[in-house]
């Protein structure tokens, strides 16, 4: 049985998510819910519950209360492996299972079976729909290239196609700048950008701890703190130095330049 709700502009709908484990509460009645039209940022410090959040969004990770919905469908109520497939996940743990011989369009192109490694056989239209994505995230150049000689921005653009290669109405990018330089770093920053800008890219949500890496592209953010939602709302509303000091149990100072920001850690104060 399929539960369906009539709000088709409700992307993502989660209400009053918890989830214990051996006694502990990881995630506490986390209550959000994404709109068509909006990119959000999840941004919280490490150990806010981040990570648990992603697993239970992708059904890795069973709730002990509350409910996960995507486009109307309800974890429980619907096929999960059919629900996982509307949203593409980019993250460091694919990233290291990859096969070092792959070629970046047999990595894209698999993607539309979400298997690692895949040994089946790519029709023509699926190598063609993967060299489309190739050029859609800027590396239609890699198509042949196998994935050990690929710089880590390049395999995360790849990453991207990959998930893209399964139609995905929500793309999570999970740390993605992780393990980038800093000039490979703010190459991937305005690619997401040009992303995001596309109207027909999915909705993005985008998990960090670096406010530097929060494009303008993103309306909304998601603070995070010890596995409960400090704040959940439009961006230029909620992320602000108080917020951000509560956060990360610092003395943030937030500046913004630009439409970009950037964070200083104030010394603590003298006892």
């Not at 694919?94 to 056989?121: C, H, P």
């Not at 509303?237 to 100072?253: C, E, K, P």
Request: hydrophobic share 40%; proline share 4%.
């Amino acid at each position: 049985m399929t539960t369906r709700s009539p709000a088709h502009s409700t992307i993502l709908s989660v209400t009053n998510l918890r989830i214990e484990r051996g006694g502990t509460s990881i995630l506490r009645q986390i209550d959000w819910r994404v709109e068509r039209g909006q990119h959000w940022v999840i941004l919280g410090a490490n150990g806010s519950g981040k990570t648990s959040l992603l697993s239970a969004l992708t059904g890795y990770l069973m709730p002990t209360a509350g409910a996960i919905s995507v486009l109307g469908e309800t974890y429980g109520h619907s096929d999960w492996r059919e629900l996982r497939k509307k949203i593409g996940l980019v993250s460091s743990s694919i990233r290291q299972m990859m096969s070092d011989d792959e070629g970046a369009l047999e990595t894209v192109a698999s993607g539309k079976y979400a298997m690692i490694d895949f040994w089946g056989q790519i029709s023509r239209a699926e190598k063609a729909r993967a060299r489309r994505l190739l050029q859609q995230v800027e590396c239609g150049y890699l198509a042949e290239r196998p994935w050990r000689v690929l710089s880590q921005g390049e395999r995360q653009r790849v990453l991207i196609g990959r998930a893209l290669m399964a139609r995905p109405r929500i793309l999570i990018l999970d740390e993605p700048c992780a393990g980038l330089d800093p000039a490979a770093r703010e190459n991937f920053l305005q690619f997401i950008q040009r992303l995001g800008e596309n109207r027909n890219a999915p909705t993005l949500i985008f998990v960090t701890h670096h406010v530097e890496e929060i494009m303008p592209v993103f309306s909304h953010v998601l603070l995070l703190q010890n596995g409960a939602v400090l704040a959940a709302g439009k961006k230029a509303g909620l992320l602000d130095s108080a917020n951000l000091s509560r956060v990360f149990q610092a003395r943030i100072q937030l500046n913004r330049v630009q439409q970009r920001y950037h964070l200083r850690v104030r010394p603590a104060r003298s006892p």
